[in-house]
């Protein structure tokens, strides 16, 4: 779950990490007030889920109320593109009205689970305010990274470590110190899986200020934070991914044009190395779990042909305890709701009652094509894509 920047930087402050003075705004009026309030230069920033916000125009410096309120206006109620979106953006409901602060070096600091070390790192680069995937790409060695063992937690000499490694002075290492025992243990007590501050201001006068912050809270743990839970913006999200959130069913969206429904996430991942080994692209990543009844099927293939993009549809089961009948009845009665929607299916079945399956389904109206073997599946899709 993602977290927008005004929603980050209220956490980082309840737990002592400095961000600069701002206010939510909704409408040009409430940007126009909140600038009169913080006064002098403020910073105008769209609150989206996506990075590259400055380059797509979704940051604007302005010295006015008069100036907020137009930044405001032009920001409110569109949609920003950025790299980080599609084509069709994402849009803006609220933006952030900070204080301008005074600004000597841009630093780099994030958190994140590491599957290699089973734990959390501490990634740092004096390279801040940039994109951080072209410095590690680019210039590798400008990128600073510092395993937490888990039992112990963040140790002070690591804290000390990261500080020198950012070239902090020596009347800074004491608070960057303390900074980032308050990151991790913010990190920890709110189940993130990604925390990024950049940049990481040093202002003119030597603080060290959070200028920006995302933070991604671990799906399977939101339930553990109800303040957590009521900041979700289903607003930045794929309404595809929401609607199967909402039915219990694992799907992301991808940009391909097959459609992938499996039972299994192993099965899913080699479900979808067949589509791209054929030369089509997956559209998506879509696992119906074990104990899916025939409603919870139809709505899974429902969510897939709902995606354009999409030309056809490829089907891996393999039957335990969700039954291939089961299974088959699900997509014969999505189709039969959405007759509009359907397009060519490529269905592999194994396992209980795979033979009634894949009898339901050839008896069907449905443009089904029946396979026994992933390699069939491979060149049949490939046709089709």
Do not use: W
Not at 49 to 58: K, V
Not at 102 to 121: C, N, P
Not at 324 to 336: L, W, Y
């Amino acid at each position: 779950m993602k977290l927008h920047e005004f929603q980050s930087k209220e956490i980082l402050s309840e737990y002592g990490i400095p961000v600069p003075l701002g206010k939510v705004a909704r409408t040009p009026s409430q940007a126009a007030t909140a600038a009169f309030d913080l006064g002098g230069t403020v910073v105008v920033k769209a609150q989206v889920h996506a990075g590259g916000r400055g380059n797509a125009g979704g940051i604007k410096v302005v010295k006015t109320p008069g100036a907020a309120e137009e930044a405001a206006a032009a920001m409110l109620g569109s949609n920003l593109i950025t790299f980080q979106t599609g084509p069709e953006g994402v849009p803006i409901e609220n933006v952030l009205i900070e204080e301008g602060i005074e600004i000597a070096e841009e630093l780099y600091l994030g958190m994140v689970i590491d599957g290699s070390t089973k734990g959390v790192v501490v990634i740092a680069s004096k390279s801040g305010g940039v994109n951080i995937e072209e410095v590690a790409e680019n210039s590798p060695e400008k990128i600073l990274q510092i395993p937490i063992d888990p039992v112990l937690g963040l140790q002070g000499f690591q804290g000390r470590q990261i500080a020198y490694g950012l070239g902090l002075s020596q009347s800074q290492v004491r608070s960057a110190s303390i900074l980032l025992e308050n990151l991790y243990r913010l990190f920890i007590a709110t189940d993130a899986s990604l925390l990024e501050i950049n940049p990481l201001v040093v202002t003119t006068d030597g603080t060290l200020v959070a200028a920006d912050a995302k933070i991604n809270i671990d799906d399977d743990a939101v339930y553990r934070h109800k303040n957590i839970q009521e900041m979700a913006d289903p607003s930045q999200e794929d309404p595809l991914e929401v609607q199967a959130r909402e039915s219990d069913i694992n799907y992301v969206k991808l940009d391909g044009n097959i459609g992938c429904i499996v039972n299994g996430a192993g099965l899913a991942m080699a479900t979808m190395d067949v589509a791209s080994a054929a030369g089509a692209a997956p559209a998506n990543f879509l696992d119906i779990g074990g104990g899916a009844d025939e409603e919870k099927v139809a709505k899974a293939l429902t969510l897939v042909l709902s995606d354009l993009n999409v030309k056809a549809v490829l089907v891996n089961l393999f039957g335990g305890i969700l039954r291939c009948d089961i299974a088959a009845r699900g997509f014969v009665m999505a189709v039969e709701r959405n007759r509009e929607l359907e397009r060519p299916m490529v269905v592999r079945m194994l396992g209980t009652n795979s033979e009634e399956g894949r009898k339901i389904l050839t008896s069907s109206n449905l443009k089904v094509t029946i396979v026994e073997t992933l390699d069939e599946a491979a060149k049949a899709i490939s046709k089709l894509s």
